[in-house]
C-alpha cells in the first residue's frame, strides 16, 4: 500500500466528515441517532475543524519524501485512528448511535489498519522507520 494513497484517502474522509460537522453537525448525528444541544452542537463543531486541519495536513503530506516528517505523519494518524476506533466502539457498543455507528466503527478500524501496515507491517526498507524514507514502489 502507497503511503500517498492512503494519505489521499484519509483525507477526503476527514475533509467530508469535517465540513459535515461544521455546517451540518445535528442533521449529520441525527443520521445516526443522536442529538444535540447546543453545547454539543458546538463540540461537534469543533471536531470538524480538527478533522479539516487533519485532511489539510494529510493532503499536503502525501508527497513528502522527508523521512522524519512521514513517520511523524503516520504515527499522529495511526494515533488518532486507534483513539477513535476505541472510543466509537465503545459507544455503539453502548448503544448510543443508532447501526449506521458500525460505519464509523469500520472507517476508524480500516484507517488505523492502513497507517499500521505503513508503520509496522511493510517489508524493512519500505516502511516508516528512523533514517529510512517509504518506497512508493511496492
Do not use: C, H
Request: glycine content about 10%; overall charge neutral.
Amino acid at each position: 500500500m502507497r503511503l500517498s494513497l492512503l494519505l489521499v484517502v484519509a483525507a477526503v474522509v476527514a475533509a467530508v466528515f469535517g465540513v459535515a460537522f461544521v455546517v451540518a453537525s445535528g442533521p449529520l448525528l441525527s443520521v445516526y441517532g443522536v442529538t444535540l444541544d447546543k453545547a454539543g452542537t458546538l463540540v461537534a463543531q469543533l471536531f470538524g475543524a480538527s478533522l479539516i486541519g487533519v485532511a489539510v495536513l494529510n493532503w499536503f503530506a502525501r508527497n513528502v519524501t522527508d523521512p522524519d516528517a512521514q513517520r511523524a505523519v503516520v504515527f499522529a494518524n495511526l494515533a488518532q485512528d486507534v483513539v477513535g476506533f476505541v472510543v466509537i466502539l465503545i459507544g455503539q457498543l453502548a448503544g448510543i448511535p443508532n447501526a449506521l455507528g458500525w460505519s464509523s466503527v469500520a472507517i476508524y478500524l480500516l484507517l488505523a489498519l492502513g497507517f499500521g501496515y505503513v508503520q509496522f507491517m511493510r517489508p524493512r526498507g519500505t516502511r516508516v522507520a528512523p533514517d529510512e524514507g517509504i518506497s512508493e514502489t511496492s
